[in-house]
């Protein structure tokens, strides 16, 4: 149940004063020192919120709802709005305390309409039956690699012109870490006269209406 984790007064009779108590899930202390330790004590920033929940997901496989609470509690959240960012990205797995964790490695198969159209359906099929307690296959929304089509993601890892063979090569081999392409870097793009335009701009050299 989503509660949000404000505070809420309660009268005791024979006491003047109020007694504060959250309302909602109360914070487990073991799962709340987890979440601090991996998150270290530097202040948290609700503009990371999205980060802190990739590296809960990373470390511990999934998204306990006893993580969140406790995440909700470090970050002063309501507890609502970690939920809803969590449960709106198909990519973290909420689990609650009565539910199994996920297996260690997870494959998702794209299931958008060009992924379909290269044979995803049967992907998945096959991929289902070669299934076991250390894999689980799901279906995943567009991974935008539509001219790469079927693709698969093991882990992090995107497999390309997916099918069986290349899938089961990267859980064999543990190939679970996502592919960094080389890229041009910000420095060696000014260092190449990258946003001079711009730059005269800002002095005053050129008006912005000559670029136009």
Do not use: W
Request: charged share 25%.
């Amino acid at each position: 149940m989503i509660a949000d984790l404000n505070n809420l007064t309660i009268r005791r009779r024979g006491y003047a004063r109020p007694t504060f108590l959250p309302k909602g899930r109360q914070v487990d202390p073991q799962h709340r020192a987890q979440v601090q330790q991996l998150l270290g004590t530097d202040e948290l920033r609700r503009d990371l919120l999205i980060e802190y929940l990739h590296l809960i997901q990373d470390r511990f496989g999934c998204l306990h709802s006893d993580h969140l609470v406790a995440l909700a509690s470090l970050m002063s959240l309501p507890m609502a709005e970690v939920y809803e960012t969590a449960t709106f990205y198909a990519h973290f797995d909420i689990i609650t305390e009565d539910e199994k964790s996920p297996p260690p490695i997870t494959v998702r198969v794209c299931d958008s309409l060009t992924c379909e159209m290269f044979g995803a359906q049967e992907l998945m099929s096959q991929l289902s039956n070669k299934s076991n307690s250390e894999v689980r296959v799901v279906r995943a929304p567009c991974m935008g690699r539509c001219d790469k089509a079927p693709v698969a993601e093991v882990g992090h890892n995107h497999v390309d012109h997916a099918d069986v063979n290349s899938i089961c090569k990267a859980i064999d081999s543990k190939d679970l870490h996502p592919v960094i392409p080389r890229y041009e870097s910000y420095e060696d793009y000014r260092a190449q006269g990258g946003y001079q335009l711009l730059e005269q701009c800002y002095r005053g050299d050129r008006c912005a209406d000559e670029l136009v």
